[in-house]
């Protein structure tokens, strides 16, 4: 019978705690294949890679976590970005671009949830249709050309350093507390749990199913403007093809990290973990030599095995575990 208890607190905690053993495991991995993995520069550049990500994570997290799906993140990133540094172009101060960047990712996140919440319209049809609008917007509007010569202070947070250390991974932390602490501590964050969790039990409690929803969108939205700005300032341009690599990543490190993809679950800080997870296995096979082609196949893969955890994580607790 001890042993039985035993034997089921080791799965509890496993269920519980895969994305952190699996995250461990990888950095050993890649330790023992390469010594050098071990060194600052080369775990502060995961922390700097992962930054974007990270955001983008958090930003549909906040939609999986209702039960919906957000699949415009990424085009809503680089469609915002390129507005503001149209704007920007034409001689709008970069703060000021900046600002318009956020704001255009509030607008199409404020879309999604009007389309989703008020026509009763599928997130996963509504957000796929949009980002395909976004992304072939910039195309259009680029002409497949990039648009280069950004400006230093635009660039400051993405490239800056203080004391010797970059500016992003504190973004990273910063973000990531702020959204544990609204989804823990704030009655928005029991709401989105609620509603994710069971809507029509949320709606009989009280709970503005619809107006959580919206904010929820918006959110997600101007997340996804600040990435934009974040990714277009790392790279200091726009491309034409610009985020299109975190596209399946950014739900791969929500689901790895307990999102469940069913609603009402899931924890910042394992999207977190998802996300350093995901960027060990991108930066350590690329420092491994591996083909680019092959660490294409490997994200494939992640988000395979994300969708597993998530299926076993369910049928576990469905058990009564």
Avoid: C
């Avoid at 172009?89 to 999604?112: E, M, S």
């Avoid at 919440?117 to 917007?137: C, E, M, P």
């Avoid at 509603?195 to 939205?221: F, T």
Wanted: charged share 10%.
């Amino acid at each position: 019978m001890k042993q039985q208890m035993t034997a089921r607190r080791a799965v509890d905690f496993a269920m519980d705690n895969v994305v952190w053993i699996l995250l461990i495991a990888a950095i050993g991995i890649m330790g023992i294949f390469r010594p050098s993995f071990y060194s600052a520069g080369i775990l502060t550049n995961i922390l700097i890679q992962g930054t974007v990500l990270g955001l983008l994570a958090i930003s549909i997290s906040m939609i999986i976590v209702l039960g919906d799906i957000n699949l415009s993140t990424v085009g809503t990133a680089g469609f915002s970005a390129l507005i503001g540094i149209q704007f920007m172009k034409l001689g709008l101060p970069v703060f000021l671009a900046i600002l318009v960047i956020i704001a255009v990712g509030g607008l199409v996140g404020l879309v999604n949830g009007l389309i989703i919440t008020k026509l009763r319209a599928n997130s996963l049809i509504t957000t796929l249709a949009v980002n395909i609008v976004l992304q072939g917007a910039v195309l259009a509007l680029t002409k497949g050309a990039s648009i280069t010569n950004l400006p230093d202070s635009y660039k400051f947070v993405s490239q800056g350093r203080i004391g010797g250390f970059p500016l992003l991974p504190v973004v990273l932390v910063v973000f990531f507390a702020i959204f544990h602490v609204i989804w823990t501590r704030t009655s928005f964050g029991r709401a989105l749990f609620a509603v994710g969790g069971n809507p029509r039990a949320a709606y009989v409690a009280g709970i503005g199913v619809d107006r959580i929803k919206l904010w929820a969108y918006v959110i997600s939205g101007l997340l996804s403007g600040v990435a934009g700005w974040l990714l277009s300032g790392y790279m200091g341009a726009m491309t034409a093809s610009f985020g299109t690599t975190y596209e399946m990543q950014v739900i791969a490190a929500a689901v790895i990290g307990g999102v469940s993809l069913t609603g009402g679950k899931g924890s910042m800080i394992g999207v977190l973990a998802g996300t350093l997870l995901l960027t060990v296995i991108q930066v350590g096979l690329a420092i491994l030599g591996i083909q680019s082609t092959l660490i294409t196949l490997a994200g494939g893969l992640m988000i395979a095995v994300a969708v597993l955890i998530d299926a076993l994580r369910n049928l576990y607790y469905a058990r009564g575990h």
